[in-house]
């Protein structure tokens, strides 16, 4: 856990400030959490996600300066609190779910992702097969809801983390003629991503627009 590793292009060394604009870009995630904090008065949930993405900032700056495998979980730990948090109001307040359900699906994220991972491991190694799995899932929301304005901004969202998943993929590739590397461009993107996807919400639990269910039979 104490241990440290180089994983990306802007790191030389194993001292703190060996990736200062990967540490300092972290900024965006508290930019955002500061910018929908207002838009989720009186939405408990909308809260709690803004809060937990100033705290992704947090354990993505530890990681980004500590390098090591207690920063590492920091860094993940929230991101996946995150995961779950949305996933619970988008499968309750989106899709018309019960709790039950609703905690159910969240739950369900861990073996959805593993075997994500197992299918596509190979093509898109360390952390990518998770973040691509949560992309497929925004997108598959997006689109059960597409002839609404949520499903089209899920569907935004969904585009702007694939994207963002491109540059943290080109991080290793582009080092040796731009070692600064594109991590960066990830914290900026996702720092975006995350507080357009809380607005998201926001709006959708605002418009009091009701949430379809699944056809019976």
């Given amino acids: 856990m ?9 790191r030389t060394d194993f ?11 972290n900024i965006a995630f508290v930019i955002a959490a500061v910018y929908v904090w207002p838009r989720t008065r009186g939405l408990i949930l909308a809260r709690v996600m803004a809060v937990v993405l100033a705290l992704i900032g947090v354990g993505s700056y530890l990681w980004h300066t500590h390098a090591t495998g207690w920063s590492s979980v920091a860094d993940v730990l929230f991101i996946v609190l995150f995961i779950l948090v949305y996933l619970f109001a988008a499968t309750r307040d989106y899709l018309g779910a019960s709790a039950r359900v609703a905690a159910f699906s969240a739950a369900a994220f861990f073996p959805y992702a593993a075997g994500f991972a197992w299918v596509f491991g190979a093509v898109l190694p360390g952390g990518n097969a998770l973040y691509a799995s949560v992309a497929v899932l925004i997108a598959g929301y997006g689109l059960w809801l597409r002839r609404s304005a949520t499903g089209r901004g899920l569907l935004v969202g969904a585009g702007i983390l694939v994207v963002s998943l491109g540059f943290r993929m080109a991080d290793a590739p582009v080092c040796a003629a731009f070692s600064v590397g594109t991590h960066f461009m990830w914290h900026i993107l996702n720092g975006v991503m995350l507080g357009w996807m809380i607005l998201v919400y926001c709006n959708h639990m605002r418009s009091g627009a009701l949430a379809p269910r699944p056809p019976s039979g």
């Fill in 15 to 25: 001292s703190y400030w060996s990736e200062p604009v990967n540490a300092v870009t």
């Fill in 2 to 10: 104490f241990e440290q590793v180089i994983a990306y292009c802007e």
